[in-house]
């Protein structure tokens, strides 16, 4: 078996800046990044809807750069820069001694100490959510959801690493973070929103197409998941993989691709013919741009033989379209207040 490209011949411990390991400037990264949020975190004290939002996109951002770091440890083969979970190594949580080159443990450590700073961010939603008044019981169930399914990452992780990175828990590790992303872009859009009844914008027939675009994405991730799980890059050269024909499985996800292709221009004609609102025709028309650009960068790392660096783009592809369906099916519906009885026959007449 020939070595990967990306190894080197340092151990993580023997790679040193200014007399430090790697691992402390990482950790030392880690730590400052957390006290820079807590320190900008002031507002929780105090939230308005304006400094609320920028934290909630905080969360978006964050929770979907996860994935692509993830997969930046998968196709550099990384994945078992650290051996065991919740340590790096059976006796250190620090990757010292871990029979790996520094750059396949610092890339594998570095992406698990990213973690506290999702952490961070969502505790801080939440801490603020909690400081709200009126608290808002809808944003508090999203807010508290969000740390658990950060925590929820890391044990899928633990999981990955115990079962040598079978493509199924590393999928599930992947699909996890996507499945956060609706309840961190679920919170961005609702808490701009007075808490009341759902009134939709749009025709109901361009909301069934923008809801059933949700599904289909989804479907469409687990096509790409099943795709990687089957394909070259397993996160380490010995990682087990999925004996699917290769060529089969991704015929699948491009026809899924091209399904929601479809999807997405029929709701961009719907929504011109039916005038639907300018949000809506901007985010349809950012949905399509973001599928075309994502299926061209697809056929290129395919013909090209799955090149590392656009593998990792692509996964950043998939995170764009993904929030681009959230965001367009959030915007065919908003929240008012019922406070009088005709904007309760506005809303009955809505539904």
């Known amino acids: 078996m020939t070595a990967s490209p990306w190894s080197v011949a340092l151990a993580a411990d023997d790679f040193t800046i200014l007399n430090l390991p790697l691992w402390a400037w990482q950790v030392a990264f880690c730590a400052v990044g957390i006290v ?7 507002t929780i004290w105090h939230p308005t809807t304006a400094s609320l939002r920028w934290w909630a996109l905080s969360n978006v951002i964050v929770n979907s750069g996860i994935a692509v770091t993830g997969a930046t440890v ?21 990757p010292v001694g871990t029979h790996h080159s520094a750059f396949h443990a610092a890339i594998e450590f570095g992406n698990r100490t990213l973690t506290f700073l999702l952490l961070a961010v969502g505790v801080i939603v939440l801490l603020a959510t909690l400081r709200m008044r009126p608290r808002r019981r809808d944003l508090l169930v999203l807010a508290a959801l969000v740390p658990a399914g950060v925590l929820g990452q890391a044990v899928v992780g633990g999981i990955t690493v115990w079962s040598d990175l079978h493509p199924a828990s590393v999928g599930a590790h992947f699909v996890l973070s996507v499945l956060v992303v609706i309840l961190t872009m679920a919170y961005y859009v609702r808490c701009r929103e007075p808490e009341g009844e759902l009134r939709l914008t749009v025709t109901p027939r361009l909301r069934l197409a923008a809801t059933v675009l949700v599904p289909v994405g989804l479907v469409l991730i687990v096509a790409g998941v099943v795709v990687t799980g089957t394909g070259p890059h397993g996160g380490d050269a010995t990682a087990p993989r999925w004996d699917f024909p290769l060529d089969a499985v991704t015929r699948i996800h491009s026809l899924l691709a091209w399904l929601t292709t479809a999807l997405t221009v029929a709701v961009l004609v719907m929504a011109a013919r039916s005038r639907a609102p300018r949000l809506v025709q901007v985010q349809a ?9 994502q299926g061209a960068l697809g056929y290129a790392q395919y013909l090209l033989g799955l090149p590392s660096w656009m593998v ?8 764009l379209v993904w929030t681009a369906i959230l965001r367009l099916y959030f915007a065919t519906a908003e929240r008012v207040a019922v406070t009088s009885p005709t904007v309760a026959t506005e809303l009955a007449a809505h539904r």
């Not at 820069?81 to 620090?94: A, D, L, Y």
């Not at 990792?312 to 995170?319: A, T």
């Open 36 to 42: 820079v949020l807590a320190l900008l975190a002031r």
């Open 312 to 319: 990792v783009l692509h996964v950043l592809g998939s995170l």
């Open 74 to 94: 998968r196709v550099t083969e990384s994945g078992l820069g650290c051996s065991e979970w919740p340590k790096c190594t059976p006796e250190s949580f620090v």
């Open 285 to 293: 028309w950012l949905l399509l741009a973001a599928l075309l650009a």
